[in-house]
């Protein structure tokens, strides 16, 4: 029956964009949706009648309803780690003790930031959070995005090991007047540890006698962070169902919640919760995250697009499509069902995108005149995030639009230098403004597009087995040197680091 859907999108042969808005003077309208400060336009997809339908018959078959009914219950829908995925009861949405529990942690959180905020801490200025993957792509995002007009405290964001990414970070902070927040739900990661380590030297080098004073811990391991000599009064457990590319909503949200204050955080947590509702409650048609799922999965798995790009026109949201890497394409970059069985079809396309204009000046070239079909995906603001003279958002906006119109029109020549196909599919979110509450919906959007795309495609969002065999060789190699490899590797290892 699946088997029969997917043949059926794939041999479909649809109209040209511009066709099918001849023959539908109110696709806009049908193909715009609305929610949460939020517009989402997929006029300019190829998303018809039944193609619609028939991924609709999909969603039934894959039960995307009792999929979506079992996320927000709590229920065991990580089955390969045996837990349940409840980033949405950070949000107040789920099962009822998953809420409770979360609300306790989170009211945790607040009475730490009151007692910074109060001085408890000292005179503390700077904020170096410490973290990798999701235990820093969506702080990072958020205090990029929401702390421009003056974060409460200096914030910055650590993630590699290189120490050249330390030392840029601590440049200017005063370690006596700094905070490190260590963010890591297992509290094992290599790199989060060595420049949590790195940070502590740092201080002591600084004059600051006792370093572990100013730690924090962000982790849903909290016997790890106490092991690691971090006072308890200064750990902020997490749930351990709330997954590492999920978990901005909880404690490894702290430096949004302390750097840009509390009302922020609160703000980005009801954003998404009113997303989430209108994921859980909307039919399908009207569903934000489920018909977004349905073009992404219409381009991917019949189209043979392997990426598909989004371009942030809107500087606040320039760290959107890293964001966004980790979160799809760690959780559908997968060749196996949750089932266990292999996929059969393609995982999700790669992910990536830039900023506009800049991008505009770089890489579209091969979007409007490349072989490969890439769905893109525009992000922008109605309102600007600065002073300066309107004509620098009204171009900003006009250059975003011009392009999806180009896209989708393409210009015809006999000349095929200057031949522009058109008939190139994109999507436009146009977000009223950027603030805590409007970003929190475009995030759970995101999340829960992802989600749909995982369950149609009968694949687990929620593990990442993927990244273990990389961090194992690393251990081996750290361990026991250049050799057992092969003749390449062992001849780097010895070329860059001797016997190591
Ligand atoms: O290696 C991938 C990963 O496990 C991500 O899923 C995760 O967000 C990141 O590493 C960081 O993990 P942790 O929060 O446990 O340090």
Known sequence: MTDDLWTELEQHQPSSLTDLFASDKD???RLTLEQSGLRFDLSKTHLDDEVIGLFTNLADHMNLEGATAALFAGAVVNVTEDRAAEHPAERGNGDVSAVANARALQDRMRGLVEAIDAGAMGDIQHILHIGIGGSALGPKLLV?????????YDVKVVSNIDGAALTEAVKHMDPHKTIVAIASKTFTTTETLLNATSAMEW????????????LIALTAYPEKALEWGIDQSRILPFNEAVGGRYSLWCSI???VALGLGWSVYQELLEGAAAMDRHFRNTPALQNAPTMAAFADLYYAQTKGCQTRAVF????????LPDYLQQLEMESNGKSVTANGTPLGRKSAPVTWGGVGTDAQHAVFQLLHQGTHLIPVEFVASKTPGHDFDTAHHETLLVNCFAQGAALMAGLKSDNLARNYFGDRPSTTILMDDVTPSTLGALIAFYEHRTFVNAVLLGINPF??????????????????????FDPSTSALIEAALGDI
């Open 463 to 484: 593990d990442q087995f993927g990244v273990e065999l990389g961090k194992q060789i690393a251990k081996r190699i750290s361990d026991n040197g250049p050799s057992g």
């Open 203 to 214: 201080m002591r080098d600084g004059g600051v006698d006792d370093p572990y004073a100013q």
């Open 312 to 319: 942030a026109y809107d500087e606040r949201l320039r760290l």
């Open 144 to 152: 990029d995005a929401l702390g421009r007009d003056g974060a409460r």
């Open 27 to 29: 696709r806009v309208g």
């Open 253 to 255: 949200g702290f430096p």
